[in-house]
Nanobody, 125 residues
Framework: QVSLVESGGGSVQAGGSLRLSCAVS????????MAWFRQAPGQEREGVSN???????TYKDSVKGRFTISKDVAKNTLYLHMSNLKPEDTGVYYC???????????????????WGQGTQVTVSS
């Protein structure tokens, strides 16, 4: 079974940067649509970014131009590079994977079968 383990979260001031990693085991990352979700305190989980099996990436509007999703097939690892962080980016970030999520469904969390444990990102003003 696929296992996902996030790392790289932390506390930064507004304007700072972080790189999140998601190590994938039990399956080849190239076989999956991969996504980052986040959940702020008291808020619903929301999609942040997705990169599908074909390399097409999708971003939540509020992070466009600031976040970049990528994957290293050789390392079987997904990344989220976050720059110019804002307090509203604060939350627990989750890595998610599924075999065939694409298009309009990339930010529908119920479509993803595999999830990591989450990593905390805190951005102070």
């Amino acid at each position: 079974q696929v296992s996902l383990v996030e790392s790289g979260g932390g506390s930064v001031q507004a304007g700072g940067s972080l790189r999140l990693s998601c190590a994938v085991s039990g399956g080849a990352i190239s076989r999956y649509s991969m996504a980052w979700f986040r959940q702020a305190p008291g808020q619903e989980r929301e999609g942040v970014s997705n990169i599908d099996r074909h390399g097409q990436s999708t971003y939540k509007d509020s992070v466009k131009g600031r976040f970049t999703i990528s994957k290293d097939v050789a390392k079987n690892t997904l990344y989220l590079h976050m720059s110019n962080l804002k307090p509203e980016d604060t939350g627990v970030y989750y890595c998610a994977a599924d075999w065939a999520v694409a298009g309009s469904g990339v930010f529908r969390d119920y479509l993803y079968n595999f999830w990591g444990q989450g990593t905390q990102v805190t951005v102070s003003s």
